[in-house]
């Protein structure tokens, strides 16, 4: 592990995963079925079920974790194992700029998910926004294999894939202040969103 990797195992990944937790905490709604889309260890769908005990939480992912924090199913990127309409709520944290076709899975998440939907993502705003997130990126996920193709999207390119499989934005937050700072000024500022959608 190189010294970025560390720095960031150390004090970006905990404070991170328990900012979001929190957050996310709040804005699923009560009881039900929630799905935790690209879940990997799922250490945040974790934290989140330690906040809020009357949710039951699943996790989906391409690749099962060697010894999984919460129930995950396996699926294919593509085509999510669930009938219709069988989650009162979807969680996507960092998947979308992984996928292949970002319209197909979240329209995916739309047909089983279609009453609330939580994205945290990044936002390509911002000077040198798409080398910083690459970057992020590379530090983040290389040592695990997983592709980080660099589909970043900016404000207006989410409102318009969100527009194309029939969402609308509930509500929006760039002030997520996920790393400590001074990491947060370097890796925080505009470069992410946490975004709650329904079916419109």
């Not at 990044?122 to 798409?130: D, F, I, K, N, S």
């Amino acid at each position: 592990m190189g010294l970025f990797e560390a720095v960031h195992e150390r004090w970006g990944i905990d404070h991170r995963a328990r900012v979001l937790a929190a957050q996310l905490a709040t804005l699923l709604p009560s009881g039900g079925r929630v799905l935790d889309v690209g879940t990997g260890s799922g250490k945040l769908a974790r934290l989140v079920q330690l906040s809020r005990r009357e949710l039951r939480i699943v996790g989906v992912d391409v690749w099962l974790a060697r010894r999984p924090l919460m129930p995950t199913a396996l699926f294919d990127g593509w085509r999510l194992p669930f009938p219709d309409g069988s989650f009162d709520a979807a969680m996507l944290v960092d998947v979308l700029h992984h996928a292949d076709n970002a319209r197909a899975l979240l329209g995916e998440v739309v047909r089983v998910s279609p009453r609330v939907i939580l994205i945290k993502d990044h936002l390509r705003e911002g000077l040198g926004a798409q080398l910083t997130l690459a970057f992020m990126d590379r530090v983040g996920n290389a040592r695990f294999g997983v592709a980080s193709p660099g589909h970043y999207l900016d404000r207006g390119e989410w409102m318009e894939l969100f527009q194309l499989v029939g969402l609308r934005v509930n509500s929006w937050s760039e002030d997520l202040r996920i790393y400590p700072k001074p990491l947060d000024w370097l890796f925080g500022r505009s470069l992410h969103f946490l975004a709650l959608l329904s079916s419109s």
